[in-house]
């Protein structure tokens, strides 16, 4: 133990190099300072960076990330046992379009009855039986679930997150942050994407047409996701932290990118958009948790896919099938010919030998009849 309060373990996948340190702190925050090991024709670009779903706090050096957050935010995962208290999270570096996401994964452990995290598991047990979250997939116009989890590239994905107070007042809910993966577990999973960051932004807007719709009223909040080039063919899953506030009391927010205006834009009241400036950098968003209830929710699996893949391959089916019948037509052509011809030949020589020369074989003419006149 650090200071008798302290981690207890701390488990990493660290890159070589010492690349990963983390100081798993005992005032409920952690201290991670991570270089993402990029090619040295790579410049680090600290907006293609998560923890979470949080940014970096600075940028330590010119390959070097520093990140300072409190457990309670960035969408740690926590995991209670007997004998201790885990905080999950992942850090994600954005190589694209040329390569593929950097991944670690980031775990703290602590002892439960020295940690002093009791006032983040106190919200959470306060929250349970409060209200119930949900999340899922829509048809086009929102009316009922979807009937097809494909996708193709390109076409909207709708999405849907409700919850329903019990014992409460009215809520208003609200989407944290939301990252695709291609497994259930993100811990686990091959390929990762960050949908919504920096607390409610909807960062897929600023480089494809996803946005969010108006409400129809506090307690559910509905997207639309365009299909992307994410792991293609695959099973996909989005993990995201949704929240749920007394209305009277929220001051969380949910921002969208227009494309047309080129600005960031504030879903429940564009007249208050400039809350949204921070969405290229960092948001540092700070309320009183205890009025607030929080959930974890996975949706999937869907898939998205190429259409122009799968014409081509139908295309290329019907070339092929087209040939073959026109092999098959001539085929018959040719055999139907030959046949009349064979038939023909049997005909003119049966003719010849049955009378022409007289109806039989060997048959000579007499010499005397041919003499006579």
């Known amino acids: 133990m650090i200071s008798g309060r302290l981690l207890l373990m701390f488990v990493a996948a660290a890159m ?12 409920d925050s952690v201290t991670v300072r991570w270089r993402p090991g990029l090619d040295l024709s790579q410049k680090l670009d600290p907006f293609r960076a998560l923890l979470g779903n949080c940014p970096p706090s600075f940028t330590v050096s010119d390959d070097t990330l520093l990140f300072y957050v409190l457990l309670r935010d960035c969408g740690f995962l926590k995991q209670v046992t007997a004998d201790r208290v885990t905080y999950s999270n992942m850090l994600i570096y954005d190589r694209r379009p040329e390569l593929p996401f950097i991944s670690q994964s980031v775990q703290c452990v602590y002892d439960p009855a020295v940690s002093k995290t009791t006032a983040f598991s106190a919200v ?22 979807a009937q097809s989890m494909r996708f193709q590239l390109g076409s909207n994905i709708p999405i849907r997150a409700t919850v329903e107070s019990r014992s409460h007042g009215p809520l208003k809910i ?17 390929q990762v994407h960050p ?4 607390v409610g932004c909807l960062m897929e807007s600023k480089s494809g047409n996803s946005s969010f719709l108006p409400r129809r009223h506090p307690a559910e909040i509905r997207l639309y996701l365009q299909a992307f080039k994410f792991a293609l ?6 993990h995201c932290d949704l929240e749920a506030w007394d209305i009277q009391s929220v001051d969380r927010k949910a921002c969208h990118y227009m494309q047309q205006q080129r600005r960031w834009e504030l879903l429940d009241d564009p007249s208050q ?14 309320t009183d948790s205890t009025k607030g209830m929080s959930a974890r929710k ?6 998205m896919e190429d259409q122009s893949q799968s014409d081509t391959s139908l295309d290329t089916q019907s070339s092929t099938e087209h040939g073959l019948t026109q092999a098959l037509l001539w085929l018959l052509v040719v055999s139907v010919a030959a046949a009349l011809v064979t038939i023909m030949g049997v005909l003119a020589v049966s003719y010849y030998l049955c009378f022409w020369r007289g109806g039989r074989l060997g048959y000579r003419p007499s010499r005397d009849l041919l003499t006579k006149y």
């Open 273 to 286: 958009s400039y809350v949204c400036s921070c969405c290229e950098s960092t948001c540092f968003w700070r």
């Open 195 to 198: 949908i919504i960051t920096n």
């Open 233 to 238: 063919g695959q099973n996909i899953f989005l």
């Open 16 to 27: 070589a190099q010492n690349d990963l340190s983390v100081d798993c702190g005992g005032d």
């Open 174 to 190: 609200f989407m944290e942050s939301c990252v695709a993966a291609t497994d259930a577990n993100i811990s686990r999973a091959a």
């Open 124 to 145: 959470e047990d306060e929250n349970e039986g409060l209200a119930t979250f949900s999340m899922e997939l829509m048809n086009s116009d929102f009316s009922t679930p």
């Open 298 to 303: 996975v949706l999937g699996p869907f898939v």
